[in-house]
């Protein structure tokens, strides 16, 4: 309000955008503090985790597609066109603030070592370390790949993998480009 007049009123556009703009950073600040608001967001993030998919779009396409079942049930283009709005500005905050790193830190343990790097050399034109290691159970010596992938790209390096050596071991975790220690 500004004085006795209000800013602004009755503007569905104006609404549909500081809604969804509060609605992104709430939820943000709910996925910092590794909680859920118990609505799509949960079902956004088991999608895009076990996808490789970011969070923020995945928002959007479930939300989507919930509002144009809305569509087909009120027969009314108004509702899921401003909707879409305030769905896009939501998950683009989400975006905005949620840090997800797009990579993806992978160790792969087989047998059939140069078949692997060919595969992540070659085929899949990434780089990686050889780690020698050896096994905790019968104490043999083997080599561990390490590789660093986008998200996106550990699906298909899995299923590579698989169909190369059956046997081998693969674990993914969250990777960071940048260092946290000065000279590394």
Known sequence: MLGDLPLVENDRFVACFYGGAILGLGVTCIFHAQST???????????????????????ILLDSIIVMLGLIVFQDWAVPLYSWFTIFV???????????????????????????????????????????????YEGKEKDIIFTIAERKDIPRLKEEVKAIDP???????????????PGI
């Open 167 to 181: 046997k081998a071991f693969a674990s993914t975790m969250h990777a960071s480009k940048d260092s946290p220690l």
């Open 37 to 59: 608001s118990a609505g799509t967001d949960v079902l956004a993030r088991v999608v895009a985790n076990k996808w490789g998919l970011k969070v923020s779009n995945t928002i």
């Open 90 to 136: 939501y998950g683009k905050i989400v975006e905005m603030f949620q840090v997800e790193n797009p990579n993806r830190a992978a160790s792969i343990v087989s047998q059939k070592t140069q078949e692997m790097k060919d595969l992540i050399v070659k085929k899949m034109k990434m780089k990686g370390t050889f780690l020698h290691g050896r096994g905790m």
